[in-house]
């Protein structure tokens, strides 16, 4: 079965300090792998995919297949990075996505 | 890039009634569209798969007489929410993707609201 686990509902950091959230998945194929966010009122928008492997907003994730973690870390948190985050996965094919239950990242000044 | 409109954003409607919410996609076409549902501090789940030109998909739990699917078109995909109920009031979430293309773009959410 496919499943999402992002275990952290909320996480508060500093501005300037180091985040990390974390995203644990279950799949027997090869996955690909995705964090979305949503900012206050806005839709999800694709933050960045494991395929890609960019950075985006200064955000990098790393497929770690041994460890079934895509963990997303930002070296220096900021105030605009406050939104909710969304870790997804997606088997072979056109298939849907299925989301984990989302950590809320809240930036403090 | 890719757009997904997503309309109404937001509708109130009296038990018994029926409410439509539309999905377009408008610089692309779609050839699969997802429903999901999101209740409140949850994540999204998905309801139904839909393809043009062909039934939809349905996940296990989902009334497909209740939440009606209709994908008549590659820019235009529909759900009805038949005989509303208060437990159906929820958001609602389209999203699309195209032939090959990687990743999903999501409409803007429908907040519905069931008194």
């Known amino acids: 079965a496919q499943r999402v686990t992002q275990p952290e509902k909320l996480l508060s950091v500093f501005k300037g300090a180091p985040v990390e959230l974390k995203c644990n998945y279950s799949y027997s194929g090869s996955p690909e792998l995705f964090w979305y966010v949503q900012y206050s009122r806005q839709r999800l928008q694709l933050l960045l995919r494991h395929i890609s492997r960019e950075s985006i907003k200064g955000f990098t994730a790393d497929l770690n297949k041994g460890e079934t973690s895509f963990h997303l870390k930002k070296p220096f948190a900021q105030e605009e990075d406050s939104a909710m985050y969304y870790c997804a996965l997606r088997g072979s094919g056109n298939t849907p996505l299925v989301f984990g239950k989302g950590t809320r990242l809240s930036v403090i000044a | ?115």
């Open chain 2, 1 to 115: 890039g890719a757009v997904v409109s997503q309309h109404p954003s937001r509708v109130i409607c009296k038990s018994g009634t029926s409410v439509k919410i539309e999905c377009r996609s408008l610089d692309f076409q779609a050839t699969t569209m997802f429903w999901y549902r999101q209740f409140p501090k949850q994540s999204l789940m998905l309801m139904a798969t839909s393809n043009e030109g062909s039934k939809a998909t349905y996940e296990q739990g989902v009334e497909k007489d209740k939440f009606l699917i209709n994908h008549a078109s590659l820019t235009l995909s529909t759900l009805t929410v038949t005989s509303a109920h208060p437990e159906d009031s929820s958001f609602y979430i389209c999203s699309a993707s195209r032939e090959g293309a990687q990743g999903y773009t999501f409409g803007s959410g429908t907040r519905l609201t069931v008194v």
